[in-house]
């Protein structure tokens, strides 16, 4: 079995608020987590309402596999419309036994 994990660190820079952060992030973890069958969740940055952490996890059989989910929900949250910056991102697969 192996577990691929992505962190992604995200910008916001149009948005005002906390409550506006929120309402980005639910938009991108409910589009990303359907169209990809993923767990996402934002995990750090939670005060800053212009930056934002999430991780997301991908589990399957196959690292090749793994790590095409993982890079096609990075290269989709940089082509849609969310109004964020991807500042830095980082995948890392894991073999379990």
């Known amino acids: 079995m192996n577990v691929g994990v ?3 660190s995200l910008r916001l820079p149009e948005n005002q608020s906390l409550k506006g952060k929120r309402r980005v992030l639910k938009s991108i973890t409910t589009r990303v987590g359907n169209q990809f069958n993923v767990s ?3 995990v750090g940055d939670h005060d800053l309402w212009q ?3 999430l991780g997301i996890c ?3 059989n196959n690292k090749r596999y793994t ?3 993982l890079s096609k ?4 949250i ?3 419309r969310f109004d964020v910056e991807i500042l830095n991102y980082e995948i890392e697969i894991l073999s379990v036994l």
């Open 67 to 69: 790590n095409e989910v």
């Open 40 to 42: 996402v969740a934002e």
């Open 78 to 80: 940089a082509g849609s």
């Open 58 to 60: 991908c589990v399957s």
């Open 51 to 53: 930056l934002a952490t």
């Open 73 to 76: 929900v990075v290269n989709f």
């Open 6 to 8: 992505c962190k992604i």
